[in-house]
């Protein structure tokens, strides 16, 4: 909403410097985005009478002026246009002056001759001849002799002054709960409240000509559940014409496009009251009847609007008809015949409280939303619709532009009765945890124009946002000032702690940290193709799908956070990172039926590439992140059947009967897929399974007192025998064995062909004495025998 | 045998003094000192002396004996000394070389703040709570009296997934679920990622993160938010910084107020991080509507209660001076790795 501090100052006093006011409006609940003046960066323009002419010696076109600008001397300006005279009132550019499209203006010289400025057209002063109530030059110097107020700019007159345009306008954000804000009369109760200033609204007065509005239309609402009240005034003899200048400057600052008296009366009272009024000419109501009823089927409406389609009207939508047709859609837009025309001599002012859930249903259906729908879509009252109403006459009569037939026609379901709230000094003192009086909280809600009865606030019929106790107390507050209530700390009867799952969460996230893992954040949707890059099983793909995504890049939720990983490391490898470890906390989403919500899952996930990583540098962190997490006894079982792994480098973790995910190379084709050109290892855990695999509490063993001895073996096996059956065994059969560790895996010149050596030690102890070399040898040879019978030898 | 003596103590000790090396004194050691030693063979001889003799050239025999072993004992740790040291010299290092580690990685700038508040916020005796960021309308929008036909629940604004599932906007909906499932006293911080129709650049992006907070109890004020939220942004920011309570509108909340934090750069004289405005738009408040508490089943009339809505993502790029959101969310390592 843009405001005219000229118009604001027709109701109240606020005269200070724009920041001043924009500040304490803002701090008292209405808050100003920016303010400006309407003139600039005009300056050092002035009003000046042409003295002499003559021509320039030196050229044809140029004319040299003598000029009286108020400054004592005349001022010597030598000019190209050729519409002036002796006796010319025009806009003068002295010396160091700035025209509207920024351009320093200084004296100079023309052929020789001295030029101390300029003389300007209207588009230098920024305008259009819409401001103007009288025909102006498109091409040449602005004439003003027969601007109607032209005994109030005497020369030397500064020029914004002289033709209304040192107006500051001032830009606020109005919230949807204020539509009452969206107008000059609005705001001018905010400011009196703000600024403790009176308000000075009276009622509008006019005369009126005789006769009576009923013997000449006749109203009939037919769906009074849509349009609440009905008003309809009627002027006649109307004299069209431009509007004053007062008006049309006030209408420019708020952005309206002056056009002729009879609209802008409708355009200014729409932005002094903030209800949209229409007018149309009686010569095209036929039967002068006007109905308010819902359209029929295949009704047709051709707009105001320059559209060259007639708009299809639906039953639901509620029109306002002739005795024949539709004439405009209620609270939308009129039709083309219906608004005014120069030679309009009959007007119908309507006034009226459409439904606003209809009309904003109706303008978005004909996909015209005009400033009357927004309006009437926030919610209107009947009451300030009478106001309008008689606010538009009493222009009629200020403007002189027609005649008033006496009465006016309303047609209402039910008179109008304000909301009453009971006042509660204690209650808003206990919300907002203030001391401030009855008697001041009282002053407060009459400053801002609420009627108080006893112990009950009347609510102005504009103020649709009060209803409860807590609105009363905000609105004390705003106004009494939030920073000037203490501030006080709750305390609360709560603790704050970790879950011991959110415990586990951040534990794992130091691991991964300390592993040297870069945590990552990503979208959580992806595009469908990533399931095809990454070659993820169908099944696997079922998503959650975004009905109006912003493209299909981002337009599914992700069942897997590998595909975001891959995007990472794409980008990271294109950007010549020659090396990353990556880990992201996150979260993938599998759908159910339809209206139930998907099950959300969060995962460690898990991605690495570069000089130095491998299938068991990936694994490796993955051991210490678990163990460190407390999860004993994690198996990692070889799985070819992953599409999104190389087959032989790929295993499924399990803690029993959980699984908690995968660790693996992801599969040469897929990281080619992304572009990647080097192997890329990644995991996925799912933090659920891991939460439930972790083990109990630590419990210290005692330290061994007796010593242990070792044995190293040097194994031979086929190639395909792994260290996982070769540990089993051993494991299995090992008596007083502490620990066994593989060291060292050979294959080559001593190994035949298709086979490999593998070496471990193995760490013998026993609890209560000294192990004795016998007893190792025992233990080594019952495991030797049982290695033999699946084809493991001492090499 | 008293000029015998004092000659090898004099041979002896010379020798010793002008011996180089370890080795070297150990023979000299065994050469006199030794059990087959000069002075060992002196003393045997020590019979053929009066028994007058014998108490004088005893003693003398033994102070020789002790001057010996002295000599050799500080010049065995001289000896040493020398040695060490030259050892020393020869292992020194350039201590200027790079060191060898296995790098750590570093937490998500968006985490490191948010673990900071989440700190600030446990420690005042709140508890952190998550919900599904695939909610439910009325979870999002209908419990939180915002009607069909409020412009937050236009398609423009909302990713839909059918016309009663939606990508949440806010977390208030972990707030109403939180207040369906627990009766007050409640105080906890809902932070998480949030989902906006919004087209990425500089400013935008349609996933990001707020922590929002929640206090029900009995007699909580608009006083009690305004304290909370200056111990915040005291925590956060540091003892000198101000708060400004701006009134607003927002359908959950009766008294509304949006929070700007006077600019930590220019302390409110104006500049280009705050706009000129000294003072930085900072997150959103008020008052619990008493119809929200209604529709979860609170009774406005016994409990009261204060919500507010944090931005993470401004909070970070202000910290830190990052110009550009979408550096949050391409992960480039040359970015992730400036933080700690």
């Given at each position: 909403m843009d405001l005219s501090m000229k118009w604001l100052n027709d109701y109240v006093?606020?005269?200070?410097p724009a920041k001043e006011f924009a500040d304490k409006m803002t701090m008292g609940g209405s808050k100003v985005e920016t303010w400006h003046n309407m003139s600039e960066p005009l300056s050092n323009i002035v009003v000046a009478k042409v003295i002499s002419l003559e021509r320039h010696p030196d050229s044809e076109k140029l004319w040299i002026c003598q000029l009286d600008a108020g400054q004592g001397e005349p001022v010597q300006i030598v000019t190209a246009a050729q519409n002036l005279f002796e006796g010319a009132i025009v806009p003068a550019c002295l010396h160091n002056s700035v025209i509207a499209d920024g351009t320093k203006i200084t004296k100079g010289k023309l052929r020789g001759v001295a030029s101390n400025g300029m003389m300007c057209s209207y588009a230098e002063l920024g305008l259009t001849p819409g401001d103007f109530s009288y025909p102006v030059a498109d091409d040449g110097i602005l004439i003003l002799n027969d601007d109607p107020d032209i005994e109030k700019m005497p020369v030397g007159t500064d020029i914004r002054k002289a033709l209304e345009i040192d107006d500051t306008i001032v830009e606020f954000e109005i919230t949807?709960?204020?539509?009452?804000?969206?107008?000059v009369l609005g705001l001018a109760q905010e400011a009196a409240a703000v600024f403790d200033v009176p308000l000075n609204v009276k009622e509008p007065e006019y005369k009126t000509a005789g006769g009576n509005i009923n013997d000449e239309l006749t109203v009939r609402v037919e769906n009074p559940k849509l349009c609440s009240r009905y008003m309809a005034a009627l002027v006649k003899n109307v004299k069209i014409g431009p509007s004053p200048r007062w008006m049309a400057r006030r209408l420019r600052a708020s952005g309206v496009r002056p056009i002729n008296n009879l609209v802008d009366i409708t355009n200014f009272v729409m932005l002094e009251y903030g209800h949209p009024m229409h007018a149309f000419d009686l010569r095209y109501v036929e039967d002068n009847i006007i109905t308010v009823r819902n359209a029929k089927a295949g009704e047709t409406l051709k707009l105001?609007?320059?559209?060259?389609e007639p708009v299809k009207l639906s039953e639901e939508m509620l029109i306002i008809a002739d005795g024949k047709k539709p004439i405009a859609i209620a609270g939308v837009m009129g039709g083309e015949h219906s608004g005014i025309m120069d030679d309009t001599t009959t007007v119908v002012f309507e006034a009226a409280c459409f439904d606003g859930v209809s009309v904003r249903r109706t303008a978005k259906k004909v996909g015209e939303r005009t400033e009357a729908s927004s309006r009437f879509e926030k919610g209107l009252n009947p009451v300030n619709a009478e106001k309008a109403l008689k606010r538009a006459l009493e222009l009629i009569d200020i403007l002189g532009c027609g005649e008033i037939t006496d009465g006016i026609i309303d047609v209402k379901s039910g008179e109008y009765e304000p909301e009453r709230l009971k006042l509660d000094h204690k209650k808003v003192n206990e919300l907002l945890g203030s001391d401030i009086s009855d008697e001041e909280q009282r002053g407060i809600l009459k400053r801002l124009g609420f009627g108080i009865e006893g112990d009950e606030l009347i609510v102005p019929p504009?103020?649709?946002?009060?209803?409860?106790p807590c609105d009363i107390a905000e609105e004390v507050a705003r106004i009494y000032g939030y920073n000037n209530i203490a501030s006080t700390v709750p305390k609360l009867s709560c603790q704050g702690k970790r879950t011991e799952r959110q415990k586990f969460e951040d534990k794992a996230t130091s691991i991964a940290l300390s592993l040297g893992f870069y945590e990552i954040m990503t979208y959580s949707f992806i595009s469908p193709k990533d399931y095809e890059l990454l070659g993820m099983k169908q099944e696997q793909r079922r998503s959650v799908v975004i009905r109006n995504p912003l493209g299909e890049d981002t337009s599914v939720m992700r069942t897997s956070p590998l595909t975001s990983m891959m995007e990472v490391i794409k980008r990271n490898y294109n950007n010549r990172n020659m090396a990353a470890r990556f880990f992201e906390t996150a979260r993938a989403y599998f759908p159910n039926g339809e209206n139930e919500l998907p099950d959300e899952k969060d995962y460690l996930c898990f991605g690495l590439y570069g000089a130095g990583e491998d299938f068991f540098t990936a694994k490796g962190a993955i051991e210490e992140l678990l163990e460190k997490l407390g999860i004993e006894n994690a198996e990692f079982t070889a799985d070819s059947d992953e599409p999104i792994y190389h087959p032989g480098r790929c295993a499924r973790i399990t803690v029993g009967e959980n699984e908690l995910g995968y660790v693996g190379q992801i599969h040469p084709s897929a990281a080619a897929a992304f572009d990647v050109g080097v192997e890329v290892y990644c995991a996925v855990i799912a933090i659920d399974k891991a939460y439930e695999s972790m083990g109990g509490d630590v419990k210290y063993s005692a330290l061994p007192k007796f010593p242990a001895s070792s044995r190293d073996l040097s194994l031979v096996c086929d190639d395909g025998v792994t260290n996982g059956e070769i540990i089993s065994v051993i494991k299995k059969n090992a008596k007083h064995l502490e620990a066994v560790r593989l060291f060292d895996i050979y294959k080559g010149e001593q190994v035949p062909e298709g086979k490999k050596s593998l070496s471990y030690t193995l760490t013998f102890r026993k609890k209560d004495a000294t192990l004795t070399d016998e007893e190792a040898d025992a233990s080594v040879a019952k495991v030797l025998k049982a290695l033999e019978a699946v084809g493991v030898v001492l090499r | 045998m008293k000029e015998q003596l004092q000659n090898i103590e004099k041979e002896a000790l010379a020798a010793i003094g002008a011996c180089g090396g370890l080795k070297e004194l150990d023979a000299l050691r065994v050469k006199y000192l030794g059990k087959k030693g000069e002075l060992t063979a002196i003393l045997k001889s020590m019979g053929s002396l009066s028994a007058e003799e014998r108490p004088a050239m005893g003693q003398l025999a033994n102070t020789v004996r002790k001057n010996l072993e002295e000599a050799v004992n500080s010049k065995n740790s001289e000896l040493n000394s020398a040695a060490l040291d030259a050892k020393l010299k020869a292992e020194k290092v350039d201590v200027t070389l790079p060191g060898r580690t296995r790098p750590i990685g570093v937490r998500h700038p968006l985490n490191i703040v948010l673990d900071e508040l989440k700190e600030i916020f446990r420690g005042m005796g709140y508890t952190v709570v998550d919900g599904p960021e695939v909610e439910e309308t009325k979870y999002v929008f209908d419990m939180l009296n915002?009607?069909?036909?409020?412009?937050?629940?236009d398609e423009q604004d909302t990713f839909y997934i059918t016309d009663k599932i939606?990508?949440?906007?806010?977390?208030s909906s972990v707030q109403i679920r939180e207040m369906l499932a627990h009766k007050p006293p409640i105080a906890i911080i809902s932070p998480g990622r949030v989902y906006r129709s919004d087209t990425v650049d500089a400013t935008h992006s349609p996933i990001f993160h707020q922590c929002e907070g929640l206090v029900i109890d009995k007699k909580i004020t608009f006083g009690d938010l305004k304290g909370t939220l200056e111990m915040f942004a005291k925590r956060l920011y540091g003892e000198d910084i101000k708060l400004r309570f701006r009134p607003h509108h927002f359908p959950y909340t009766e008294p509304s107020a949006e929070v700007d934090l006077q600019c930590f750069k220019c302390h409110g004289e104006g500049c280009p991080l705050c706009k000129g405005e000294g003072w930085i738009e900072m997150l959103g408040s008020g008052l619990v509507h008493p119809q929200v508490l209604i529709n979860c089943g609170i009774d406005p009339n016994e409990y009261s209660g204060f919500a507010f809505g944090i931005g993470l993502e401004r909070i970070v790029m202000m910290r830190y001076n990052i110009d550009d959101m979408r550096l949050l969310y391409e992960n480039d390592i040359r970015f992730l790795s400036q933080f700690r």
């Open positions: 006093k606020a005269d200070m949807n709960n204020r539509p009452d804000c969206l107008s105001l609007d320059e559209m060259a504009t103020r649709i946002d009060m209803h409860l | 915002t009607d069909e036909g409020h412009p937050a629940r939606l990508l949440r906007t806010q977390t």
